[in-house]
C-alpha cells in the first residue's frame, strides 16, 4: 500500500514508468481509478466515425463533419477533430499529422516499395487500430507476415502506451522466429527506442511508412477492415474481456479457416505452413532517380523492377 502511494497520475512521469520504479501492477493502479463519466453522444459518434473510417479510410475531419450532419447529427469539427484524435484516427491522405510521430524519435525510411516479398518472414509488419466498446473503446496491435497475410501476434490496450505494442513484437518473435525486415508507420509507439531496440537486437531490418502514403502498409489495413466487419461490428463486445475471448476466436479462424483470394482461395496458416502461393509487392507507380531498395538477402528473382508488372498474388491490389 505504501509503494501504491508513491504513484502520482499527474506527474510528468507516465504511469507506467513509475510503475516499474516502484515495483507496483499497474492494474492494481488502474482499478483504483473511478470511471470516468461516459458521454453518451460521444459514444455514438465515436461508433458511426469508426463505421465510416472502415468503409472510407480516407475521410477526414472536413468529410466526417459532412457524413454526420447528412445522418442528421450537427457537430463541429473541433468535437470530430477530438474523437478522431481519441482514436487514433486519421484521413489516409497526402498531408501534415496523418501520424502521431514523436519529434524526438528517429524515422527510418521506407524499404519496401518495388520490393517482391516471395517467401515467410521476409517482410512482417504492423499496425494499430481502435475498437469500439459499449461503454468505451480500446485499442488493437497485430502483426502479420506479408508473403502469407497471416497474423503472426496481437495484443489489446486501454492506452495508446509503446508497452503493448513491445510485448506484441517479442510474443511474435519468441513464437515464429525473426523477420527479414519489419515495416510499420511513423507512429510514436513503433519509432520509440523500446520498439526500435528489439528490432535493432534482432538484426532486424527497419522500414517505415512515407507521411501521408496511404498504401505503404496496405496489407495491415485490409486486416483491420476484415476484423472490424467480420467481427467486430457483429458482435457489438460490451468489455474489453469479451472482445479478447472473441478476437481470439476470429483470429484463429482468420488465420485458419478462412479462405483468401489472394491466396488462391488458401488459408494463411496453409500458406505460411507450405511457403507456396503467397506473395506482395507495392508497386511503385512513380519511381525516382535513385536505386529502389532492397532487401540485401532477396534472390535476383526478388528484386522487382520499378513499377513491374506481377501477377494478382504479389500486388497490392489483392483482396483480404
Partial sequence: MIRQAWIDKDDSVAVVQQCELA?????????????KQVDESD??????IDEEYTRHPFYGTRRMVVFLKV??????RKRVQRLMR???LAGMAPGPNTSHAHPEHKVYPYLLRGVAVVRPNQVWSTDITYIRLA??????VAIIDWYSRRVLGWRISNSMEATFCVDCLEEAIRAHGKPEMFNSDQGSQFTSDAFTDVLQREDIVISMDGRGRAFDNIFVERLWRSVKHEDVYLKGYATVGELMVGLT????????ERPHQSLGNQTPDVVYRTSTGGGAMILDKYPRKEVTATLETATPEAKAKSGQRRPAAS????AA
Wanted: overall charge positive; aromatic content about 18%; some cysteine.
Fill in 43 to 48: 459514444l455514438l459518434f465515436c461508433r458511426l
Fill in 23 to 35: 515495483g507496483v501492477s499497474r492494474a492494481t493502479i488502474y482499478t483504483q481509478q473511478k470511471p
Fill in 135 to 140: 461503454r468505451g473503446f480500446a485499442y488493437l
Fill in 86 to 88: 481519441q482514436m487514433g
Fill in 249 to 256: 476466436k476470429y483470429f484463429v479462424f482468420y488465420n485458419g
Fill in 71 to 76: 445522418n442528421g447529427h450537427i457537430v463541429n
Fill in 315 to 318: 500486388e497490392v491490389e489483392c
